[in-house]
Each structure stands twice: as structure tokens, then as C-alpha cells.
């Protein structure tokens, strides 16, 4: 049998993305609960990708948006 002992900041990051995840499943079921119209769900989705590409780590080294 292998086991391995996890890292403290593996762990730390793991919890990161289940709370974003959760807090981001919230959100959406808030949103739809709503029924917004076709075209305020567009725009979110839009702010949303947008979002996540501004904070988003290159690998070409350029700097993300906000990063100072």
C-alpha cells in the first residue's frame, strides 16, 4: 500500500477551488432562480470570462491584469 502525505499548501489550494466552486454553483442558482433575460445572462457570462482571463496566470510571462 503507497500513501502519501499531503503538502499543507497543496491542501490550502484545494480548498480554495472548492469553496470558489461552491460559492460560484450559489451564485448561478441565485442568477437563475432570478430568470433573468437572454441578454443579462449573456452579459454575465461575458463579465465572467472576461473575469477569469484577467486573473489568469500566463505562461507566455505576461503579467495578468491587476497583478501590479
Known amino acids: 500500500m503507497f500513501?502519501?502525505?499531503?503538502?499543507?499548501?497543496l491542501l490550502a489550494s484545494?480548498?480554495?477551488g472548492r469553496v470558489s466552486t461552491f460559492?460560484?454553483?450559489?451564485?448561478?442558482?441565485?442568477i437563475?432562480?432570478?430568470?433573468?433575460a437572454e441578454i443579462v445572462v449573456a452579459l454575465l457570462v461575458v463579465a465572467a470570462i472576461g473575469s477569469?482571463?484577467?486573473?489568469?496566470t500566463s505562461?507566455?510571462?505576461v503579467a495578468?491584469?491587476?497583478s501590479g
Open 3 to 9: 500513501i502519501m502525505r499531503p503538502e499543507p499548501g
Open 14 to 16: 484545494r480548498a480554495v
Open 23 to 30: 460559492a460560484g454553483v450559489v451564485a448561478a442558482g441565485l
Open 32 to 36: 437563475l432562480r432570478r430568470g433573468p
Open 52 to 56: 477569469m482571463v484577467a486573473v489568469r
Open 59 to 61: 505562461r507566455w510571462y
Open 64 to 66: 495578468p491584469a491587476g
